[in-house]
């Protein structure tokens, strides 16, 4: 990531672990003060220390919070928006999937995972955005995934989430073009995080697409994400194998879509029989 490049304060949503972590961490000798919210305040806090000792100068304040609830999210925004502390870079990245049938889904499980992933982006980024504007500088990225390119049974309501969130950055960055505020979708693949141990319910097999040679190393996907976002791109699909992959989704009928979702291995109890 080039030197040069400084936001005045950046927010990191989801910065306990996994890639919201690894967030903090690059893009912190580029900061000048930095917001960390998560759930987790002893994580949130021992990530302060750290970010704070290995770079002299950054101010690093933390929000524990759950931000699946509208009136954490409000409190947000209404105690950093218009001060020193309102992010010029915002880094949607908390939240949380679902394997398995959707028909034996817990509802609350469910209602959670559309308020983390499609709410608290959408708040969030409609909270700081004006002041932005204002400032005539800023950016926001939305850390989407893979699956947002597909209808994948067994994760139906987590791909439809991040299909919301890729074309929602899509369309926000046409409309924040002329002001200049890049606006970047980030569809990463599998990557070795807890997602996976948050997702998953008792009995039921890993999700097929968290397998094999997908995974891309969550230092790679950040600094893969950062340079994307220098250069303006709308999307990054971090890692040769994903990119690749991306492409070739891209260019497949819905039909053929169809086609390889209804064979592919599917995340349902196993037969204990």
């Given amino acids: 990531m080039d030197a040069s490049l400084l936001y005045h304060c950046s ?19 580029h900061c000048r003060r ?13 990530l302060e220390v750290r970010l704070c000792s290995d770079n002299p100068g950054l101010e690093v304040t933390v929000f524990p ?34 394997y398995g049938e959707f028909a034996t889904a817990d509802w609350g499980k469910v209602q959670q995972m559309l308020d983390l992933n ?25 850390v989407s995934s893979l699956a947002s390119l597909l ?14 969130l890729s074309s ?5 960055r046409l409309e924040l073009r002329e002001q200049k505020i890049p606006v970047l979708a980030v569809c990463p693949g599998p990557v070795h995080t807890d997602f996976g141990k948050t997702a998953g319910r008792e009995g039921v097999p890993p999700d097929s ?11 790679e996907v950040v600094l893969e994400a950062l340079l994307a976002l220098q250069s303006d791109r709308p999307r990054s699909y971090p890692g040769l194998k994903v990119a690749l992959l991306a492409a070739g989704l891209s260019i497949l009928p819905m039909v053929v879509i169809r086609y390889l979702m209804s064979h592919r291995p599917r995340s349902v109890p196993e037969d204990d029989s």
């Fill in 209 to 219: 697409l968290s397998r094999g040679w997908f995974f891309v190393p969550k230092e």
């Fill in 168 to 172: 929602f950055s899509e369309a926000l």
């Fill in 118 to 142: 499609i709410a608290a982006a959408t708040h969030l980024t409609h909270g700081f955005l004006p002041d932005m504007l204002d400032s005539g500088h800023g950016a926001v990225l939305n």
């Fill in 65 to 98: 919070m759950d931000l699946a609830r509208a009136a954490s999210r409000q409190e947000l925004i209404d105690r950093l928006a218009g001060t020193e502390w309102a992010p010029h870079l915002l880094v949607n990245n908390a939240g949380m999937g679902d």
């Fill in 151 to 164: 209808p994948i049974p067994d994760f139906a309501v987590y791909a439809a989430s991040k299909a919301y």
């Fill in 34 to 46: 930095m917001v960390l919210v998560a759930r987790r305040e002893e994580i949130l806090r021992q």
């Fill in 11 to 29: 927010l990191i949503t989801g910065a306990s672990g996994g890639l919201g972590e690894e967030f903090a961490h690059q893009l912190a000798p």
